[in-house]
């Protein structure tokens, strides 16, 4: 029997495609951040491997390129991060509240070190013009070996004012010292520098 065939009323069926598995998303630091506080301690372990890294570099240019002391400043900032997580509020993001409080650690560290004088008559003065191209790594094997030279205070106000980006109100404040004195920090880490590398950053 021969089966006729016609046109089909409508259009063609829409292709049926295979269903693909839902993305797998990361959960957000708030969320994560929310569980640790219940004591997940899977959560917790998420955003030590999310942030170690950055706050791993600034506890590294703070003490000196100190690696040694650096690791255990990291591991002193998880440790209070992990006791303080109730007090987190969430108004500003996980990862800026840790490194306020990892670089805290630092400074609290450095406030020990009552040793580095405070010249508070200095002025500021303007880093010369930074390279167009990053440092090769010989270069900066040189600078952090010369920023690792700096006295403790001097180097805490460099790291912070030119590297992190904090504001000199900022930093007199963390260090205990006036907005003056940070300024002459400044001013004489900058200088320090300069001869350490020989006049040419």
């Not at 509020?89 to 840790?98: I, K, M, N, P």
């Not at 409080?101 to 630092?106: E, K, M, P, Q």
């Not at 010989?138 to 403790?152: F, K, N, Q, Y």
Request: proline fraction near 5%; hydrophobic fraction near 40%.
């Amino acid at each position: 029997m021969r089966i006729q065939t016609g046109k089909m009323d409508g259009a063609c069926p829409a292709r049926v495609t295979p269903m693909q598995p839902a993305l797998r998303t990361e959960p957000a630091d708030a969320a994560l951040a929310r569980a640790a506080a219940r004591g997940d301690v899977r959560a917790f372990e998420t955003l030590y491997r999310r942030h170690v890294g950055r706050v791993h570099g600034a506890l590294l240019r703070l003490v000196g390129y100190d690696h040694g002391r650096a690791e255990e400043l990291v591991q002193e900032a998880f440790v209070r991060a992990w006791q303080k997580l109730d007090g987190f509020r969430h108004e500003s993001a996980f990862g800026t509240w840790l490194y306020r409080l990892a670089v805290n650690v630092a400074l609290m560290d450095l406030r020990a070190q009552r040793s580095d004088p405070v010249d508070t008559a200095g002025g500021s003065e303007d880093l010369p013009e930074q390279p167009q191209q990053p440092f090769c790594p010989v270069e900066r094997a040189e600078l952090e070996r010369a920023i690792g030279t700096l006295p403790p205070r001097a180097r805490a106000v460099l790291v912070l004012h030119d590297v992190e980006g904090w504001k000199h109100e900022e930093i007199a404040a963390e260090l205990g010292m006036a907005v003056g004195s940070s300024k002459a920090q400044l001013h004489r880490a900058r200088g320090l520098l300069r001869r350490a590398l020989g006049g040419t950053t």
